[in-house]
Every structure is written in structure tokens, then in C-alpha cells.
């Protein structure tokens, strides 16, 4: 279809073919596509293999790269924010140091960890999946005194509260 849009709009006049990408010359963009359409039809890929295949350690650890830096930083070792002063810290204390401490970046950092608290919400689905991976395989972190059903929730919600109270939206749609 993107090839048929470049042969009637050899231009690139046509909206839709702004964000597709051309061959070296406009005249061979619509065969291009449809050598690369012809060769994805011919893969002889089962994908259900694929996605019957559960992603392993490593695969799943690429999807929490923010995690991976916070939860044995802040969580680690007796599962208790580190810091001198917070040796008795709840995990709610230990969630804002770490919104503190990224502040006033936080519009930069906070949404990703919004988004794994999310994703980890999504793929384990229970205490002890989610605490044998981010505690033991992967991440060696902990979730403070909070059990992992508990505390992404409640990072999540620390997260976006601060955003709403600390910062405005970087984006405002164009007034017409």
C-alpha cells in the first residue's frame, strides 16, 4: 500500500508518506517496499514458538533498566533504604529519597519508573514471582518492608503524585 501512495505521490505530497522511509531515489522507493513486503512474506516463521517461549532472566531484566540501578541502591541489602540517617526508613521514606534525589529532573526520570512499576505489575503475577526476580535472579534489590504486590503500586503513585504537584506538563497543545 506505502508503494502504490509513492507511485500516485512521487513527491512525497501525500501525508501519509511523511514518516515512511525512501529508497536513494524516489523513483525506486516503490519497488523497494515491495521487494521488502515480498521478502517478510516469504519468512517461514512459526511465531507461535515465539510466543510460547517465556523470555528468560536476561530478556526480562532489558525491560527494567531504571529498576535494575534503583531497587539495590535504595532497597538493598537488609531491604531498607540506604542512607545513614534512614537505617529505620519505611519504604514509602525510601521512595522519596529517591523522588528527592532526582529532583527536579524528575520529569526525565520519573515516568520510566512509573512505566516498570507497571510492567512488573503486568508480567509477575504474584508475590513470589515478582520477589524471586527483582530480589534474587535479576535485580538483588528488595522492596523495603513492603511485599513487591504492595510497593510498585505505592512507588508508582509517589511518582506521579510528585510529578502533579512539582511540575507542570512540558507539552501544551497549540491554541487555534
Not at 507461535?48 to 523470555?55: G, I
Not at 529517591?98 to 510492567?119: F, G, K, M, N
Not at 513487591?148 to 510528585?162: N, V
Request: overall charge negative.
Amino acid at each position: 500500500m506505502a508503494a502504490d501512495l509513492f507511485e500516485r505521490s512521487p513527491d512525497g505530497s501525500h501525508k501519509a508518506l511523511n514518516r515512511i522511509p525512501r529508497a536513494a531515489t524516489e523513483e525506486r522507493t516503490p519497488e523497494t517496499l515491495r521487494q521488502i513486503a515480498r521478502h517478510l512474506e516469504e519468512w517461514n516463521v512459526d511465531w507461535r514458538t515465539y510466543s510460547e517461549t517465556p523470555m528468560d532472566v536476561r530478556e526480562l531484566s532489558l525491560r527494567f533498566p531504571r529498576f535494575s540501578q534503583i531497587l539495590p541502591i535504595y532497597f538493598g541489602q537488609d531491604g531498607v533504604a540506604i542512607s545513614d540517617d534512614m537505617h529505620d526508613a519505611t519504604s514509602e521514606e525510601g521512595i522519596r529519597m529517591y523522588i528527592d534525589e532526582t529532583h527536579p529532573r524528575c520529569p526525565w526520570h520519573l515516568p520510566s519508573v512509573v512505566a516498570e512499576c507497571y510492567q512488573a505489575m503486568a508480567l509477575f503475577h504474584t508475590e513470589n514471582q515478582m520477589d524471586r526476580f527483582f530480589s534474587a535472579a535479576a535485580m538483588s534489590g528488595g522492596s523495603g518492608t513492603e511485599d513487591f504486590l504492595d510497593f510498585f503500586p505505592l512507588f508508582a503513585r509517589l511518582c506521579i503524585e510528585h510529578l502533579k504537584e512539582s511540575h507542570s506538563p512540558l507539552w501544551e497543545p497549540k491554541r487555534k
